[in-house]
């Protein structure tokens, strides 16, 4: 029954959005929908870029993996939880830290430009690449060591050990890894937003014009079409690699290597670990540098910091009362429901509803409830990859002991089940709201109607070029988001080791 009312809500919330869409689709007809060389340009730069963005973390991705997983020094746990970061930080603070490096009035202000499609880039790099990093190091360190230790006693060199151990372990994530990078690139929204500029636009970026500065509903239907068909064939080919949420498994750092490695390659091992460390922390250290120094509580923050709060756990509450019974029947039509949030995206959904909230004017709560439930869905599929873990541990023996003892209902879930799932459902709960505390496309999108969350004020200091405040509202929602993530890692390492 639970799974029911969970996959028809979900059902629901997509029809919702849909219905003016296909509303406006059969009132014009598919030749009334403007289909011209400017679609056609959106469409190659979104995947341009995310191209690019993809080949740009996946490939350093391996050789960092390689170099890690082989050297290992004191510090390198801590620089793999600092590798996580990227994983916390709000879209929006990743801008800030892009345009102070590399901004006319940042630190290196000639060295690229922080706009265009090589802003766009960097700033994709700076939260892929460690992402990247940490699935084929995790790969890497669940090889089978008996590989190494034989290649070792066969004389194995640095190509016949690529080619006969690392390789097939690599090989099995690639394709996920590279499918869920192209995912989220090519749906990226507030980087393109803020750092594209006129001629760097991606589909959502695109639809977001046609609704809030153009008002074209029919430009934004036929770019809706076109992004639910690029993420249905996207998420097809990653929906392996979001079974399991591999970004929050326990990292194995005791393995040992039997390999033999030359001088050489332990140098160019530590550059690349070097360059690696260059390109994802800079942009958190001059956030955090910078924020610590400016660092407000005024009246205007505190209710920024209240109402981003109060958004996230109604987010957070929402997908795991979704996701719990989506988790636990474990069939494929309940994994590709949990998944409607990224095959249908954020931009697509919220066309619909705003073209819904039109009769309604700015009504505060009704934008704030589709904030929430455009959070909730874009939380879920990572909500059920959490859980899913924690419902493989309840055994075919449990079952009949539970039916045995005459459980059934709330009273089962609270003896025998819960006890079980308190990390992963604590995990899934955190996981859900750092994505909604850092979120700022849903209120973007659906227009904020007076709703003053921590990134649209960050936002609007941002715009007002008020650099000071920024950092100080950019600082506090790191360190939020940052703990949470924490709490949630750690989670999911103590449940690995149980």
């Known amino acids: ?129 460690p992402l990247a990093t940490r699935l084929f190091f995790q790969a890497l360190q669940n090889a089978p060591q008996e590989g190494y230790k034989l290649g070792a006693q066969l004389g194995f060199g640095e190509a016949a050990t690529l080619r006969h151990i690392d390789w097939p372990a690599l090989k099995a994530v690639l394709p996920q890894t590279a499918a869920i990078i192209f995912l989220l690139c090519a749906a990226s929204f507030v980087i393109v937003l803020t750092l594209g500029g006129a001629t760097a636009t991606t589909l959502e970026v695109a639809i977001y014009q046609s609704l809030r500065m153009d008002f074209d509903p029919g430009r934004a239907l036929s770019l809706s079409l076109i992004q639910v068909a690029l993420c249905a064939v996207l998420i097809s080919l990653a929906q392996a690699g979001l079974k399991q949420d591999r970004s929050f498994t326990t990292l194995r750092l005791a393995t040992r290597r039997y390999q033999p490695l030359s001088l050489a390659t332990v140098g160019s091992d530590f550059i690349l670990i070097g360059l690696g460390c260059l390109i994802v922390l800079p942009p958190l250290a001059v956030v955090m540098i910078e924020g610590a120094s400016y660092l407000h509580f005024s009246a205007l923050t505190f209710q920024a910091l209240l109402t981003s709060l109060a958004l996230g756990l109604a987010s957070a509450l929402i997908a795991m009362l979704l996701a719990c019974p989506l988790a636990q029947a474990g069939d494929n039509t309940s994994g590709m429901i949990a998944l409607a949030g990224l095959i249908f995206p954020p931009a697509v959904l919220a066309t619909g509803w705003f073209l819904l909230m039109r009769g309604f004017g700015d009504s505060f709560m009704l934008i704030a409830a589709f904030i929430v439930a455009l959070n909730a869905l874009m939380a879920l599929p990572f909500a059920v990859a959490a859980l899913r873990a924690g419902f493989s541990r309840i055994s075919p023996q449990l079952i009949l002991l539970q039916r045995q003892l005459g459980l059934s209902g709330f009273n089962a879930f609270r003896i025998m089940i819960f006890p079980l799932l308190r990390r992963q459902a604590a995990q899934a709960f955190l996981m859900a709201m750092v994505l909604s505390l850092g979120d700022l496309t849903a209120i973007t999108l659906l227009g904020n109607g007076g709703i003053i969350t921590l990134p649209t004020l960050l936002h609007a200091e941002m715009g007002h070029y008020h650099g000071n405040d920024a950092a100080g509202t950019a600082l506090l929602l790191v360190l939020l988001c940052a703990a949470l993530t924490f709490a949630a890692q750690r989670l999911g390492d103590a449940h690995a080791a149980d």
């Open 1 to 129: 029954m639970a799974k029911r009312l969970s996959q028809l809500a979900i059902i629901a919330a997509i029809l919702l959005g849909l219905g003016p869409l296909f509303a406006l689709l059969l009132q014009n007809g598919v030749q009334g929908l403007p289909f011209d060389s400017s679609i056609v340009h959106v469409v190659i730069f979104t995947l341009e870029q995310a191209l690019l963005s993809t080949l740009l973390s996946v490939v350093p991705g391996i050789f960092l993996a390689r170099a890690l997983a082989r050297q290992e020094f004191p510090g390198r746990g801590i620089l793999l939880t600092l590798f996580a970061l990227p994983m916390a930080v709000p879209a929006i603070v990743a801008v800030l830290g892009v345009t102070t490096l590399f901004g006319n009035s940042g630190l290196f202000p000639h060295l690229v430009s922080p706009y265009g499609l090589a802003g766009v880039l960097i700033a994709h790099v700076f939260f892929n690449l």
